[in-house]
């Protein structure tokens, strides 16, 4: 039972210790895409009637912070690890591959929380913020970092180099974010690009996210939950798998 | 029902080991069917060339590398089945000189205990950071840390859930005389009190002075497995070392260590020693500094080597 929660203690250390890269940079980057999108476009868009467009994109931003911090916590984490050699302090442990999962996502679950908790402080002074179905944000926030900080740990345990994990983060990760409707409503979409968005789980996080903040969303709660809850538990199963078998970690 | 209670497992036993990898060039056999056992309380010497497989052998005991045939038990514990109670009894200092950079070397300490499931473990992180000398850069961030100080860390850090198996890996490669005389004493009073030790190193005088039994691995394979005592008493025991600038008779040569005007000869007993120096005058070669001594490690080592290849 210590052997996992020291784990999720030193990787919540880890990033703590550094929180001025880790917290306080990503909560500025979301700040200064908030005021600059939100002052070019709030007198031209409108997505859901009554909400100004600033309105609207902080809970895409604070969403976004959350998923990409998350699976950054991990990720690098892992990487930087099996680079520098001192993972092998790790693996000669009598930590389970559970114990492993449940550390190193339970400390990316915090990393985003904390970030998405920052950026929503910050831009709650510059949109004051509504809570129709408070529900949906904390239920898709939780999921949603939960599921990017698995995917960070296959990410991490894949990439053998930097560059490998930047190309993962920047090929995967960044376009599933932005085409997840973070800036937009998918409905403001040609019917194509409509039906593509459908097929990204991360959609269904940011929509159902926002759902709780306005209490209209693109699609159903309920079908964006299924959709979150099953990716989770694909990911996180094949997170435990590669974990169990050892891959790239033992040789 | 009454059982009869198991005899005392082995420390370490390894069985049949072997490792093969398999690579764009081909395939390379790095363990070729290992097998031994280490008693407990035994204070035991790997040795072998450079990519004899000593180091992946130990991975294998480790859990690092995954062995493609045999079985390794840690205190009678499978390191595969049964591999949380095999880590538990053991504690492994790497060859490579890594650190968290995160962190201090208390921090490292409390840490790595808490893998282990070891709470409130101040009172030995404390007697470790003495015996090893690091009680002044306890606080210090492990980047602040010279190479021998990171190396003693790293010798904590295998020792914070008192294993009653140590594995050092050539723990004393480029480290200061201090620090391999303070390793060694602790070690030493480790395996005093009843620990383990599993050592390989490249100095062989390290061996013969610290372990009681030897195996010298070749090619994946154990080429010699015995008491340090018997294996030097095996071979040539007597080393005759002298200066000449003539040459050797070939068949002489051939089994002399050459080193510009030194030679080393080695021998049985005292009048093989009388032969080889009737049979130096005989072929006229002219010798000074003559020294005649006990042959060492190194002898036995090179001799075994060489019958190996």
């Known amino acids: 039972m210590t052997g996992w929660r020291t784990l999720f203690y030193k990787e919540v250390l880890r990033f703590w210790k550094v929180g001025f890269q880790t917290v306080a940079a990503p909560v500025l980057?979301?700040?200064?895409?908030?005021?600059?999108?939100?002052?070019?476009?709030?007198?031209?868009?409108q997505v859901y009637p009554g909400v100004g467009y600033t309105s609207f994109l902080v809970p895409g931003l604070v969403m976004m912070s959350v998923l990409q911090n998350a699976f950054a916590n991990s990720s690098s984490s892992l990487i930087q690890s099996k680079i520098t050699g001192n993972l092998v302090f790790l693996l000669v442990t009598p930590l389970s591959h559970r114990a492993w999962f449940a550390a190193y996502v339970g400390a990316s679950l915090v990393r985003g929380l904390v970030v998405g908790t920052g950026v929503f402080l910050v831009t709650a002074w510059l949109a004051p913020p509504h809570f129709a179905?408070?529900?949906?944000?904390?239920?898709?926030?939780?999921?949603?970092?939960?599921?990017?900080?698995?995917?960070?740990?296959?990410?991490?345990?894949?990439?053998?180099?930097?560059?490998?994990?930047a190309a993962f983060q920047n090929f995967i990760i960044m376009p599933m974010t932005f085409l997840s409707g973070v800036f937009y409503s998918v409905h403001s979409l040609p019917g194509v690009w409509q039906t593509v968005s459908h097929l990204n789980p991360f959609f269904y996080m940011i929509d159902?996210?926002?759902?709780?903040?306005?209490?209209v969303s693109d699609v159903s709660p309920w079908i964006s939950l299924a959709v979150v809850g099953v990716s989770f538990v694909i990911v996180s199963a094949v997170a435990l798998r590669l974990l169990a078998i050892g891959w790239k970690l033992r040789g | 029902?009454?059982?009869?209670?198991?005899?005392?497992?082995?420390?370490?036993?390894?069985?049949?080991?072997?490792?093969?990898?398999?690579?764009?060039?081909?395939?390379?056999?790095?363990?070729?069917?290992?097998?031994?056992?280490?008693?407990?309380?035994?204070?035991?010497?790997?040795?072998?060339?450079?990519?004899?497989?000593?180091?992946?052998?130990?991975s294998i005991l480790a859990g690092l590398t995954l062995a493609t045939e045999g079985r390794v038990t840690v205190m009678g514990h499978d390191v595969l089945a049964d591999y949380a109670a095999a880590r538990r009894a053991l504690g492994i200092v790497p060859q490579e000189l890594v650190f968290d950079p995160f962190?201090?070397?208390?921090?490292?300490?409390?840490?790595?205990?808490?893998?282990?499931?070891?709470?409130?473990?101040?009172?030995?992180?404390?007697e470790l950071l003495a015996s090893l000398g690091l009680e002044d850069q306890a606080g210090a961030n492990m980047r602040q840390l010279s190479g021998g100080m990171k190396r003693r860390v790293l010798v904590a850090q295998a020792l914070v859930h008192r294993p009653p198996v140590i594995v050092l890996d050539e723990p004393t490669a480029g480290v200061d005389v201090e620090l391999r005389q303070t390793l060694w004493q602790f070690v030493s009073r480790l395996n005093r009190d009843g620990h383990t030790?599993?050592?390989?190193?490249?100095?062989?005088?390290?061996?013969?002075?610290?372990?009681?039994?030897?195996?010298?691995?070749?090619?994946?394979?154990?080429?010699?497995?015995?008491?340090?005592?018997?294996?030097?008493?095996?071979?040539?025991?007597?080393?005759?070392?002298?200066?000449?600038?003539?040459?050797?008779?070939?068949?002489?040569?051939?089994?002399?260590?050459?080193?510009?005007?030194?030679?080393?000869?080695?021998?049985?007993?005292?009048?093989?020693?009388?032969?080889?120096l009737g049979r130096l005058r005989g072929a006229g070669v002219r010798i000074e500094e003559l020294e005649i001594g006990r042959a060492d490690l190194e002898d036995v080592f090179l001799e075994i080597m060489q019958a190996a290849a």
């Not at chain 1, 159902?208 to 209490?215: A, E, I, V, Y």
């Open chain 1, 208 to 215: 159902g996210f926002r759902r709780g903040f306005f209490g």
């Open chain 2, 103 to 126: 962190f201090s070397v208390r921090e490292t300490l409390v840490i790595q205990s808490g893998y282990f499931g070891v709470k409130n473990n101040g009172a030995w992180i404390d």
């Open chain 2, 197 to 276: 030790v599993l050592l390989t190193t490249h100095y062989l005088e390290e061996a013969e002075a610290l372990c009681s039994r030897i195996a010298m691995l070749k090619a994946g394979r154990v080429v010699a497995l015995d008491r340090t005592a018997n294996l030097l008493a095996g071979t040539a025991s007597t080393m005759l070392r002298f200066k000449t600038d003539d040459p050797l008779p070939p068949a002489m040569a051939a089994q002399a260590r050459i080193t510009g005007r030194s030679v080393q000869l080695t021998a049985r007993d005292a009048a093989e020693v009388e032969a080889l």
């Open chain 1, 133 to 165: 179905e408070p529900w949906w944000i904390l239920i898709f926030a939780a999921l949603g970092a939960g599921m990017l900080g698995s995917m960070g740990l296959i990410a991490g345990l894949w990439a053998e180099k930097f560059d490998q994990l």
């Open chain 2, 1 to 58: 029902m009454f059982q009869t209670p198991s005899p005392t497992p082995p420390a370490v036993r390894f069985e049949r080991v072997a490792k093969t990898y398999s690579g764009a060039r081909g395939t390379l056999r790095a363990l070729d069917g290992v097998s031994f056992d280490i008693a407990q309380g035994e204070f035991f010497g790997l040795l072998g060339p450079n990519g004899a497989g000593k180091t992946t052998l130990i």
């Open chain 1, 29 to 45: 980057t979301a700040v200064l895409y908030l005021l600059i999108f939100g002052h070019v476009l709030e007198d031209h868009v």
